[in-house]
């Protein structure tokens, strides 16, 4: 390897891979590939799944694969996305070629998948120098991210053969009931009292419209830009929760993301603070954007918001909770509670309910 990647790390202690096995499993799947040792280098964003660099010779991919130890019901399934991926990238190219996957967790003690690799940089503290100094600049920005949300949202999904994905009837119950019992499982001493804001937004669900294929996890740390400037994608990242179902949803998990100068400083000691910067637009300049983008009708949105906040409290609970049992040394996940606290906080004034 010429030099570290950025954004890559040397492989953390207790998150290494077997690399015979894995270049046996690349040599029998990648054509072509070029002979030489396998070289592996860990991506130190993202705590969800483990994603990592590989390289042989002249050839880069890139693996991802659960998290050790014990994990929640039906999340981290590589199969599922690997699939995602190999239908939608020839309808939406921002979403990586799937190159092989794997079932078989007698290889890496789990299930994973290879995708092509694309050089780019995670955009998430500050502008590069390259994007230019321009006013114009953070909202140009912001304008990109928006647009690629907008174009996977009108995805045909049954000419991409992903007609069968997900559930849309009943999408918003579903995902309630299911989140909540999400919290219930990862609750850890001292979690904050949610039961005010999950009444709320049970006795409030509304209509959603016409479902689309949605991300599910769609945010500055799961887009690469490219290195030059003027701000253009190079890759969407982090398909794990894709699915059919509302887009509405989509765009209040994108927007929970989307952080303020006056979030809770928990929220801000864990999503990219980019967003927080002099120019960006807030959240209700987006919203509107993809209103006049997208043709969507975004009324209801004061229901989707705080329930995306309770989304992003329940993952930092779950990864919290991971930390506090001993399941992970991730020294990066310590503090994650103060994070939950904040964000529990910030779902309930949106719905218009007293602090915690």
């Given at each position: 390897?010429?030099?570290?990647?950025?954004?890559?790390?040397?492989?953390?202690?207790?998150?290494?891979?077997?690399?015979?096995?894995?270049?046996?499993?690349?040599?029998?799947?990648?054509?072509?590939?070029?002979?030489?040792?396998?070289?592996?280098?860990q991506f130190a964003s993202g705590a969800s799944n483990l994603?990592?660099?590989?390289?042989?010779?002249?050839?880069?991919?890139?693996?991802?694969?659960?998290?050790?130890?014990?994990?929640?019901?039906?999340?981290?399934?590589?199969?599922?996305?690997?699939?995602?991926?190999?239908?939608?990238?020839?309808?939406?190219?921002?979403?990586?070629?799937?190159?092989?996957?794997?079932?078989?967790?007698?290889?890496?003690?789990?299930?994973?998948?290879?995708?092509?690799?694309?050089?780019?940089?995670?955009?998430?503290?500050?502008?590069?120098?390259?994007?230019?100094?321009?006013?114009?600049t953070p909202h140009l920005m912001a304008h990109v991210v928006?647009?690629?949300?907008?174009?996977?949202?009108?995805?045909?999904?049954?000419?991409?053969?992903?007609?069968?994905?997900?559930?849309?009837?009943?999408?918003?119950?579903?995902?309630?009931?299911?989140?909540?019992?999400?919290?219930?499982?990862?609750?850890?001493?001292?979690?904050?009292?949610?039961?005010?804001?999950?009444?709320?937004?049970?006795?409030?669900?509304?209509?959603?419209?016409?479902?689309?294929?949605?991300?599910?996890?769609?945010?500055?740390?799961?887009?690469?830009?490219?290195?030059?400037?003027?701000?253009?994608?190079?890759?969407?990242?982090?398909?794990?929760?894709?699915?059919?179902?509302?887009?509405?949803?989509?765009?209040?998990?994108?927007?929970?993301?989307?952080?303020?100068?006056?979030?809770?400083?928990?929220?801000?000691?864990?999503?990219?603070?980019?967003?927080?910067?002099?120019?960006?637009?807030?959240?209700?300049?987006?919203?509107?954007?993809?209103?006049?983008?997208?043709?969507?009708?975004?009324?209801?949105?004061?229901?989707?918001?705080?329930?995306?906040?309770?989304?992003?409290?329940?993952?930092?609970?779950?990864?919290?909770?991971?930390?506090?049992?001993?399941?992970?040394?991730?020294?990066?996940?310590?503090?994650?509670?103060?994070?939950?606290?904040?964000?529990?906080?910030?779902?309930?004034?949106?719905?218009?309910?007293?602090?915690?």
């Amino acid at each position: 390897m010429s030099g570290p990647e950025e954004g890559t790390i040397p492989v953390r202690a207790g998150e290494e891979l077997d690399a015979r096995a894995v270049l046996l499993f690349l040599r029998d799947r990648i054509p072509g590939l070029p002979e030489g040792e396998l070289e592996v280098r860990q991506f130190a964003s993202g705590a969800s799944n483990l994603t990592y660099l590989l390289r042989v010779g002249s050839w880069a991919g890139v693996l991802r694969r659960p998290p050790f130890g014990p994990l929640p019901p039906k999340a981290h399934d590589m199969g599922r996305e690997a699939r995602i991926l190999r239908a939608l990238h020839a309808a939406f190219p921002l979403a990586p070629r799937c190159l092989a996957s794997c079932e078989d967790p007698s290889v890496l003690g789990g299930p994973f998948h290879v995708m092509e690799y694309r050089e780019g940089v995670v955009v998430d503290a500050e502008l590069p120098p390259a994007f230019g100094s321009g006013d114009e600049t953070p909202h140009l920005m912001a304008h990109v991210v928006l647009d690629a949300l907008v174009r996977l949202h009108d995805v045909d999904r049954e000419a991409v053969g992903l007609g069968d994905l997900g559930h849309p009837e009943g999408f918003l119950e579903r995902q309630l009931h299911g989140w909540i019992g999400r919290w219930k499982r990862a609750a850890t001493e001292g979690v904050p009292d949610a039961e005010p804001l999950l009444r709320r937004l049970a006795d409030t669900l509304p209509q959603s419209p016409p479902a689309t294929v949605i991300h599910n996890d769609y945010h500055l740390r799961n887009l690469l830009f490219a290195p030059e400037g003027p701000p253009r994608l190079r890759a969407v990242l982090d398909w794990e929760m894709t699915t059919v179902g509302d887009p509405l949803f989509d765009v209040a998990v994108f927007l929970s993301y989307w952080l303020e100068p006056d979030d809770p400083p928990g929220m801000a000691a864990v999503l990219a603070p980019l967003p927080a910067a002099p120019g960006f637009p807030r959240r209700e300049a987006m919203l509107q954007a993809y209103a006049a983008k997208s043709g969507r009708d975004v009324s209801a949105m004061d229901w989707y918001l705080p329930f995306a906040f309770f989304k992003l409290a329940v993952i930092l609970q779950q990864i919290y909770a991971r930390w506090d049992r001993g399941q992970t040394a991730d020294p990066r996940f310590a503090g994650f509670d103060e994070a939950v606290r904040g964000v529990v906080e910030r779902a309930r004034e949106l719905a218009g309910i007293g602090g915690i």
